[in-house]
Each structure stands twice: as C-alpha cells, then as structure tokens.
C-alpha cells in the first residue's frame, strides 16, 4: 500500500511538469452581492480567453484549460474565504482570476491563496492596501490602484470647475481607500472637501445620511459606493431632498444600473473607470459581441487580460506550477518582445514555445507596475440625455 | 427670508421625513401594542409578518401593472392591499393554530409565548426570501412628488428647497385614516368592546359570555391588517428588502415600550417619539442655525451633529433604557413590561 501511494505521488509530480492535461482555473466573483450586475461579464471575459489559450492546443503540450467558478460575494469576506479554499484544495485550481472586491480579495489573499501558494490576479480589487501587502509575490491585478484613481478624478473635476465636494463612502476597503485617496488628491489640488462621510450598504433609506452630506454642502457629491447598493440609495435620496445636482462617479457606481435608476435626473454628472482605449480593446468588443455577451461591462476586459496572463505565464515558465509561474507573470506583461493583443493568444504560445518573448497588451493596454499592477488608464464618463457617454481616455 | 429659509430646512431634512417614518413605526407599533394588549405576549414575528404582506403587495402590484391596471396619480399598490391583507390574515390566523393555540390552552408564560414567536419569525423570515428573494424590489409607480425642489424654488424665490414626496404624504394620510377607524372601532363596535374587556380582565370576559378564541381571531385580522399596511408603506416610501424589515422591529418596539405596551395611543405617540428623535439626534444643524443665528459661527468643519448617522439604530436603545429605568411602564402609563 506504501509504496502504492508514493507510486501515486510520484506519478502526479511527473504529470504536474510534463504532459497534456485538464488544468483547471479557478473565477471568484461576487456573483451575488453589491456587485452582481457586474460578474457576469466579468467571468464571460475570462471565460473567453481561457477558451482562446485551451482551443488553440498550444499550451503546455497541448494540454486543455477549465474554469471552475465561485462566489466572492463581494462583501462576506469568510464567504469568499471558504470560497477560494474550495477551489483551490477541493477543485485543485493552480491560478485565481479574483476576488473582485479589495476587503473580500484581501480575505481570500491571506488566508488561502497565500499559505497554498496559488497566484492571483484580481481584474477589479482596487484599495491602495493591496500596493504593499505581503503576497510572496502571488498577488497581481490588472486593474489600477485607487490611489491612482483618486488624482485622476481630482483632476477631472478640476478641469470642470469644481472647487468643493462632499464625499459618501460604502463602508468598506474598497470606499474607504478611494474616498481618502480622492481627498488627498482634491485638497493637495486646491480643492475642499467639505465632509467624508461613510454609508453603510442595505439600508432601506439613506435620508438621514444626504441631510448630513446636503448641510455640509459643495459644489458636487462624490459617491464612492455600489451602483446595486447604497451608492444608488445615496443619490436616490440626493435628488429627492434637492441636496445635490451634480454628482461624480468612481467605477463601483458606472454601470448600466446607473442609467437604469436615474436617467435623465443625473444629467450632467460625471465619473471615470478603468478602461482603456485603442485597437486591444475594439478587438476585445468585437470579439465579446461574436461570443455573446457585452465587452464594454465594467471589468470584463480587465478579467480577460487577467486569465491570459496567468496562461501566457504558465506557458512561459512551461509548467503549471504557481510557484514557478509567478515569476513570469512580469515578463509575459511587459517590455521586451513582440506586442500581444486580444485574438493573438494563439500566436503569443507560438512564440513562447519557440523561446521568444512577448509583451501582452491586451484588452486593457497592460503594463504592470510596482509589486504587479496596472499602471492605469481611466476612461472619463458623463451623462448626456440619461446615458453613460465616453468623453475621453487619461 | 431667512426664517423661512431655515424653516424649509428643516421641514425638508427634519420634519417632513421624520413625520413619514413616524408614522409606519406608529402603525407597526400598534400592531405590536394590540398583540400584547389582548394576547398577552410580545410578538417577534412582527417585522418578518410585514415583510411576508408587503412580498404579497409586491407580487399583487406587479400582476395588476402587467394588466395595466393604475389608479393613476396614485401607486397601485393601494390596489392589492386589501386582497394581500386577506392572504396575511390567513396566514397568521394558521400560525396561531398551529403554533400560539397550544400554548394558550396550556396556560403557558408570557416568555414561552415570546420564545415561540421568535420560531415564527425564522419560518416567516423563510418564507418571504422563498417567495420573493432577499434583493431589494421596487414596486411605486404614480406620481413621485406632490412638490419637487425646483418647483417649490420657482414658487417662492427661496434658496432652499422643500420637496414632498407623494408617498410621504400617502403614508401619513392613510396612517392617521387607520389610526381613526381603529380607535372608531375598538371603542364603539361590539366586537371592539369584547376585545377591551378581554384584554382588562380576561376571567371577567370569560364569565359576560364573550368568546375568547373569537377575540383572538379577531385581534390577529386586524393586526394582520395593521403589518401589510404599515410594511407597504415602508417599503413604498422607501425601499423593500426583506432584511429591512427585521431591523425596524427594534424601534418598533422602542415605540410600544416608550409609548405603554398595551396602550394604543402611546402606541402612536411612541411611533413618532422614536422617529422625531432618531432623525433630530443625528442631523447637522448647522445650515438651521446658520439662518436663524447668521453671526454665530460654529467653525469650519463643525456642523453641529450630535450623533453620526451610523448611529441612528443607538437612538433606539438608549430612549429604551431610558423610559424602562424611569418609567417602566411608558409615557402613556401601559402595562409594565
């Protein structure tokens, strides 16, 4: 029996550096909770490039890919944990494409992922306490951090006039980093911010929150919070009392909801999310709009590029292993070699298999910076005729 | 000018929504006050029951829309009220036979009853996440505003502006119609009657030959009356999610207890009491004062809060403690809790 079972675990080790076989992938995703307009297009995103990579028959022998998903919950941190603990021991994943929100990533990040030595590459966790933390080099994301979303907001509501805010937060890692990231920002650019308050998510009435925004005052409402939760509350409340008119939306609140909720009331408002511009991306639209599904969801592209990194990774360090692969992670991302954009996964595996080098661009114009992060580009939003308008890139 | 200014002010963010949510704690209150008063018990089940009602309104409303039925400036949830109260009743009136009748005949404590309806309250809590889910529904439609802030700035030159909601308004009218035939009936109907006299003394009751399982079924019809319709006006002014419903038990039975368990008027008092508070202990003053008393100046940042927002549930619990240490048996003298 001994000698059958080290028969066994040594089998396995072979099978883990050579041969074709089933690797599986896992998605977290907070398919329910604040956030749950937004998943769907997330995991399709992922869920395209794991196909492209398995399809082309060029990774790692020819071995297939599989995504096995599960639900972050967004906000249940202990949720998210015993979620990714479930993926990774019971379904045996060897990368993670999440979490999706930086309190529950974080969870997920130190209890799990970390002790088991799985990477992650989080599409949309985005609290500037995700910059420096201990992560043994298994952490990435290839969306910004928020503390570089907050100059660019400053900056947009600069530009448009606005000289004093008052800003709500959802009380969490994700509202709390972005809402004094943005305070920062807008005071160091001349700006005052006139209160930072928090709101709590799944309450029934947000009155009393808007009174104390409203006799604050400003020229605009910063709502950093979820467009399926209190952020839409907030301002639903906003607009009754007649306490704000114009409002500034961060990435949790742009989304279809917005327009959904609101329309033409919040004409006039602006926002920026994460998103870039450029050929990757009309390539990633097109090919979404072919698979069925709408590119232009918030993260979707971000969740694309994330799962193709960790593949273009694997293939790059020739094993599914995550303590090889995650050194690769940076290379495959990055300068020098050959340009990779969205459709040309196929094309990148040739390339690393004959030993070339490649640098992924993807969706999302990719280039991670610091301890494995998106250097960022917003694209800057506003609302014409009740619907979500792009009106620039920076 | 600038009286008037303060005075909208505070009717907008103070008055005006303190009133509304007065008003469904007080019709909750007194759902909560009526049960203890006749049953003898303090009923848990209470917010979960209004969730289940208001899920009932919701369903009702979503089919009369898909008729194309409206009543049109009015929401036609008012439409499906009466057929959802009928189902609640049905409902309760179940739940008393399967689950209170027993303890009732067995003479049980006060406490066994009390413990009994938090097991209601779990199945009642299942049972509106079964027919309607936990996410948050929408179910107005009618006229939003009786007055909207720009309309109310055009009006009357003001700087500040006032805006009314319709359902604001429906909520505390239709409140103080059920409070009136309520009262109308507790103190001029036989049947009404029959239920004082059961709730003051029941052995006395018993021996002037009225029947007492009839008292009861009468008391939980219009207790079920009483949850679907201050849980669909909550939920029409503000918003349903079933969870909601579970946290606004606690001031409503802050209101009872402050109020006089057992006592209706207090019942109502209590309702308001508790909303007033909650809702003057945590808004800044400052723009109030700023109006009246221009050459104050309370300093940069201050905006005179007594109590952050996120405190507001604390409000609850402290007026609780306070009338229980000094008052035990409310402002409106009840029975002692």
């Known amino acids: 029996m001994k000698k059958f079972l080290l028969a066994t675990a040594a089998s396995a080790l072979i099978a883990g550096s050579a041969g074709a076989e089933d690797i599986k992938l896992g998605i977290s995703l907070g398919f329910t909770g604040p956030l749950e307009s937004m998943a769907p297009g997330m995991q399709n995103g992922a869920e395209l490039a794991i196909k492209e990579v398995s399809d082309s028959g060029l990774l790692l022998d020819g071995s297939t890919v599989s995504a096995v998903t599960g639900d972050s919950t967004c906000i249940d941190a202990a949720a998210a944990t015993a979620t990714v603990e479930r993926l990774i021991t019971a379904e045996g994943v060897r990368g993670i494409i999440g979490g999706m929100c930086s309190g529950e990533t974080i969870a997920s990040l130190e209890n799990v992922a970390r002790p088991n030595g799985v990477v992650m590459i989080s599409p949309s966790a985005t609290s500037p306490a995700l910059s420096d933390m201990e992560d043994d080099g298994l952490f990435f994301r290839t969306s910004p951090s928020d503390a570089r979303q907050g100059e660019v907001m400053a900056q947009i509501m600069q530009e448009r006039g606005i000289q004093s805010a008052a800003i709500t937060y959802t009380n969490n890692d994700y509202g709390k980093g972005l809402a004094d990231s943005f305070q920062a920002a807008f005071e160091a650019a001349g700006g005052t911010v006139t209160t930072n308050a928090a709101h709590d998510d799944g309450k029934a009435d947000y009155s009393a929150e808007v009174a104390a925004l409203a006799a604050a005052g400003g020229d605009a409402l910063v709502v950093v919070g979820y467009v399926d939760q209190g952020g839409s509350g907030v301002v639903r409340a906003a607009l009754d009392t007649g306490a704000f008119e114009t409002f500034v939306f961060p990435d949790g609140m742009v989304g279809s909801a917005l327009e959904a909720n609101f329309g033409t009331e919040i004409n006039g408002s602006f926002g920026q999310n994460p998103a870039a511009e450029g050929e990757g991306r009309e390539t990633f639209l097109s090919m979404a709009e072919e698979a069925g599904f709408d590119g232009t969801s918030a993260y979707s592209a971000e969740a694309y590029d994330a799962a193709a990194l960790i593949l273009l990774a694997m293939a790059k360090a020739g094993t599914h292993d995550p303590a090889t692969y995650k050194d690769s992670i940076m290379d495959v991302a990055n300068e020098p070699g050959e340009q990779i954009l969205p459709g040309q996964l196929a094309r990148a595996l040739e390339i690393i298999n004959e030993g070339g080098d490649v640098d992924y661009v993807g969706a999302t114009n990719v280039e991670l910076i610091g301890a494995g992060e998106s250097a960022g580009t917003y694209r800057e939003i506003q609302i014409t005729d009740g619907a979500i308008e792009v009106v620039g890139y920076r | ?337």
């Open chain 2, 1 to 337: 000018m600038d009286i008037l200014n303060a005075l909208v002010v505070f009717l907008n963010f103070v008055f005006i929504p303190a009133a509304a949510y007065g008003a469904q704690l007080a019709l909750g209150a007194l759902g909560v006050t009526l049960i203890y008063g006749i049953l003898r018990f303090s009923n848990f089940a209470h917010g979960d029951t209004m969730a289940f009602g208001t899920a009932i309104v919701i369903l009702l409303t979503w089919g009369l829309q898909a008729l194309g039925v409206s009543i049109q400036p009015l929401p036609t949830a008012l439409l499906a009220l009466v057929p959802a109260i009928a189902l609640t009743a049905v409902l309760v009136l179940v739940t008393d036979r399967l689950v209170y009748r027993f303890y009732r005949k067995q003479k049980a404590a006060p406490i066994i009853f009390v413990m009994a309806s938090v097991g209601v309250m779990f199945v009642m809590n299942g049972l509106t996440r079964l027919l309607i889910g936990v996410n948050e529904q929408r179910m107005d439609d009618g006229a939003r505003f009786i007055i909207d802030v720009r309309t109310f700035r055009e009006m009357t030159g003001l700087t500040e502006g006032l805006a009314l909601r319709s359902t604001q308004a429906l909520t505390v009218g239709l409140a103080f119609v059920v409070m009136i035939a309520l009262f109308w009936f507790l103190n001029r109907t036989r049947s009404g009657k029959a239920m004082r006299a059961y709730s003051d003394n029941e052995d006395l009751a018993l021996l002037s030959g009225i029947d007492p399982e009839r008292v009861v079924r009468l008391t939980w019809i219009i207790a079920a009356g009483l949850m679907v319709i201050a849980g669909s006006l909550y939920g029409l002014d503000k918003s349903y999610r079933p969870f909601n419903y579970f946290q606004i038990l606690l001031p409503i039975f802050a209101a009872a207890i402050v109020g006089g368990l057992g006592n209706p008027l207090g019942a109502i008092a209590g309702g308001f009491l508790v909303a007033f508070s909650e809702v003057a202990v945590t808004y800044p003053w400052v723009r109030v004062v700023g109006y009246l008393a221009p050459w104050y100046d309370p300093g940069q940042g201050n905006l005179m809060q007594l109590l952050g927002t996120e405190y507001k549930f604390a409000v609850s619990f402290v007026i609780l403690i306070v009338v229980l240490l000094f008052r035990p048996t409310g402002l409106f003298r009840g029975k002692s809790v």
